[in-house]
Every structure is written in structure tokens, then in C-alpha cells.
């Protein structure tokens, strides 16, 4: 009797198996990784937008007063602009538009030229700015998204109401 012949086993190789499927969950993979980085970014920067309208529309209630006349319009009376500092703040990894806030009238709402990747801000006042019963803070912010699928352009936008208590 012949010892039994060993049958050869034959297996087929599937390491390129492997890498076709990572090469197909990869990029899903890190399309949803990046994705919710992104839409935390814009969360937290929405977030920051209402503590920083928050924080304005207090240091404009309190500023006494909130208009002074300079060079035939009317700006924000704080020294160093306060209300803008207050937002910055508030709000500490937005960048706020340095420029004055000015009105070409008393009535009219004090805002800044508006700058793209900056916080501009608005200020609303009921009644005159000379002498406020409310004041409103208005900021929007135009920015781009973190990643290049999600790289679009968005407007946020946040604004905060307080009553001027007459001293």
C-alpha cells in the first residue's frame, strides 16, 4: 500500500479583498468623522454668537450715554468701543469687526461696515440711542465650513432684547 498522498490545499489569497473594502468604508468613514467635527464648529460658533449678542445688548443697557456726536454722526460713546469688547469677550474664538458703531442720525440703528469672517454687529435702539427705553444687539457672521465637502458658505446669526432702566 502507497502512504495517502496529502492533498494540497489551495488557498486563494485575500488580501486584495481587504483592501477593495477599506477602500470603499474609508472615504465614508472620513466624510462622517469630518462631518461632525464640522457641524460641532458650527455649533459652538452659533453658540458663542448668542453669549456674545448677550453680553453687547448688557454693556449697551448700561452704557450711559450710548451716543456721543463725532465727525456729524453719531457713535457708540464707550472708550475703547465697549460694546464690541464685550462681545469679544463673550465670545472669545470669533473675531469681532474692530470698526466703530455709528449712526448718520440719533434714531437710526448704530452698525459697522461689515466685514466678511467678522462678527458685525448692529444696535437697535427703541426710542433714540440718545436716550434708549431698549436696546437690541444684533451680530451676524458670514463663514466657511471646516472641510472641503462641507466647505460651504453659512450666515449665522444671533441678537439679544434688554430694557434701559432710566437711572
Do not use: W
Request: proline fraction near 9%; charge should be positive; glycine fraction near 8%.
Amino acid at each position: 500500500m502507497r502512504p495517502r498522498a496529502r492533498l494540497a490545499v489551495r488557498r486563494r489569497p485575500d488580501t486584495g479583498a481587504t483592501l477593495v473594502e477599506f477602500a470603499l468604508v474609508a472615504p465614508l468613514v472620513f466624510i462622517l468623522i469630518f462631518g461632525i467635527i464640522a457641524g460641532s464648529f458650527l455649533a459652538y460658533q452659533n453658540s458663542a454668537m448668542h453669549d456674545g449678542a448677550t453680553a453687547g445688548a448688557r454693556m449697551a443697557a448700561i452704557e450711559n450715554p450710548l451716543v456721543t456726536l463725532q465727525n456729524n454722526e453719531y457713535c457708540e460713546s464707550g472708550s475703547p468701543a465697549s460694546i464690541e469688547k464685550a462681545v469679544s469677550q463673550a465670545s472669545p474664538l470669533l473675531t469681532v469687526n474692530p470698526a466703530p458703531l455709528c449712526a448718520p442720525a440719533k434714531t437710526g440703528p448704530l452698525t459697522q461696515p461689515a466685514v466678511n469672517g467678522d462678527v458685525n454687529i448692529t444696535v437697535t435702539c427703541g426710542g433714540s440711542c440718545a436716550a434708549p427705553t431698549t436696546v437690541e444687539v444684533s451680530l451676524a457672521l458670514r463663514t466657511k465650513g471646516l472641510v472641503a465637502p462641507i466647505g460651504l458658505t453659512y450666515n449665522l446669526a444671533a441678537s439679544s432684547q434688554v430694557p434701559v432702566l432710566s437711572p
